[in-house]
């Protein structure tokens, strides 16, 4: 794998010894750290992450700072402290704070790109079916009204997962891996297979009439992470564009946007990063920022006589507190003195756990991936078949509603190709006694869908 893969998108190795990590630690709380209910078992971060309190209140010192003279804070204050913010998060995304524009989501991030991107009748913007579903929406709607094509290219199943499915069992039942495959040598080659083979589906899916390519860098529905940087470069000798949907990536990995090369990427911050709800980001490259379009018009211009900036669109778009997008420094700061080798390397461990606890219950293999294709902080667990069909757009699977109402456990269980997951999200908060109840629940649910039957 490229070192510059490596360093764009590739999560730092769980290793127990570094960083002051002691498994015994996984059942040591840092709930308190949270204003989380005390009747709640959240094993959902990856949907809505709550910020820490830390946080929570710096986003209340900056609405003080706003009621106390709003004259000062809007006129005066308001664009230097988002400067100065934006400055910080892109240190943290390996860019310049003048590439990132504050805007409240991913969704938000994705609709200005949709609204900037000139589509012609006949271009075509491509999408993996990995794609969440909204920003598949988003860009069905776009092409749709400038007579363009969504083309959707379905990703290949990584090679060890493959393997793993056509593996022989072992005396004690379980799959086994090839001789060897426990070997850095193999590890490093399956990364490289891996890469190669879901390059090479987008790349193939590419034609003369794609304008944009539209990729996530972790997925939502299997927490797979994708070579983002590879495949921006394949792009890129091909004259096509791409924008990147990376809500789960941000601190869930180390993310350095010069590396990774692409047009655009969206995130949001409230996810691992913990800002505040209502906090993202717009990454546009130098190429392409002329060409950004606000979705919502107001002045387009510095409310403090400054010199016009591609941001302007996006600093004023009517009276707004503010508050959320400069509390995103201050989650940066909380995850960087709590340490991010520290949250990846024990939320990998509680998984690691969860692996054993629920492939227990359900009888089902946990199909592997790379080493450098595997969210250390969040993944997906498969599910025996459900009783019910599967529910429709909008609506919740019973088995999550069941967890939810009789065990307080706050999880989702996803449909995706067919198949039912758990998605298993670790923060810093949670605890390994939080996955034996939440294993323990599961069976208890399971068994009761088998009596349904």
């Known amino acids: 794998m490229p070192e510059s893969e490596k360093t764009a998108s590739q999560p730092q190795a769980a290793q127990s010894e570094s960083a ?10 840092l709930r308190e750290l949270w ?9 959902n971060h990856g949907s809505f992450g709550p910020s820490p309190i830390v946080v929570q209140e710096a ?34 995304l390996g860019t310049k704070g003048q590439h990132l524009a504050f805007v409240e989501n991913a969704t938000v991030g994705m609709n ?3 609204a900037s991107v000139v589509l012609a009748a006949d271009d075509e913007v491509l999408l993996t079916d990995h794609e969440y579903g909204a920003v598949q929406r988003i860009w069905k709607n776009a092409c749709r009204a400038a007579g363009a094509r969504a083309v959707i290219c379905p990703l290949p199943d990584p090679p060890t997962a493959i393997a793993a499915r056509t593996a022989e069992p072992s005396d004690t039942g379980a799959t086994e891996p090839a001789a060897g495959g426990d070997s850095a040598d193999s590890s490093r080659a399956a990364d490289d297979a891996d890469d190669e083979a879901t390059v090479r589906a987008v790349v193939d899916a590419i034609t003369p009439r794609t304008k944009l390519l539209i990729l996530s860098h ?22 096509v564009q791409v924008c990147i949907d990376g809500p789960h990536a941000v601190a869930m990995l180390p993310v350095h946007l010069k590396d990774i090369g692409c047009e655009y ?53 009517g009276t707004h507190n503010p508050a959320r997008f400069l509390a995103v420094a201050d989650a940066i700061e909380f995850m960087e003195q709590r340490g991010l080798d520290l949250f990846r390397q ?8 969860a692996r054993e606890r629920l492939t227990a219950v359900t009888g089902l293999v946990h199909s592997p991936m790379p080493a450098c294709r595997i969210s250390p902080v969040m993944q997906t667990f498969p599910l025996p078949a459900a009783p019910e069909p599967p529910p429709a757009p909008g609506q919740r699977d019973a088995l999550q509603l069941q967890l939810q109402e009789q065990h307080a456990i706050e999880i989702p269980v ?21 996955i034996d109840i939440l294993a323990d629940a599961l069976e208890h649910a399971l068994q009761q869908e088998r009596n349904r039957r």
């Not at 204003?35 to 094993?43: E, G, P």
């Open 20 to 29: 002051g990590f002691n498994p015994a630690d996984l059942n040591t709380s």
């Open 35 to 43: 204003t989380l209910a005390d009747n709640v078992r959240y094993l």
């Open 59 to 92: 986003a209340r010192r900056w609405t003080d700072r706003l009621e106390q003279q709003p004259m000062q804070f809007f006129l005066r204050e308001m664009e230097h402290a988002l400067d100065e913010a934006t400055e910080r998060l892109g240190q943290f």
């Open 112 to 114: 200005v790109v949709a």
């Open 218 to 239: 972790v997925s939502s529905p299997t927490a797979r992470v994708l070579p983002v940087a590879a495949i921006c470069r394949a792009a890129r000798k091909r004259g």
């Open 265 to 317: 990427y969206v995130a949001s911050c409230h996810k691992w990063l913990c800002g505040p709800f209502g906090s993202g980001f717009l990454y546009a490259a130098p190429r392409v920022q002329s060409q950004i379009r606000p979705i919502l018009t107001s002045w387009g211009g510095s409310l403090s006589g400054r010199a016009p900036h591609w941001k302007d669109e996006f600093r004023w778009f």
């Open 346 to 353: 024990r939320s990998a461990a509680l998984l690691d756990h």
């Open 414 to 434: 996803i449909h995706f190709q067919g198949q039912r997951m758990l998605r298993v999200s670790c923060h810093l908060y949670n605890t390994r006694d939080e």
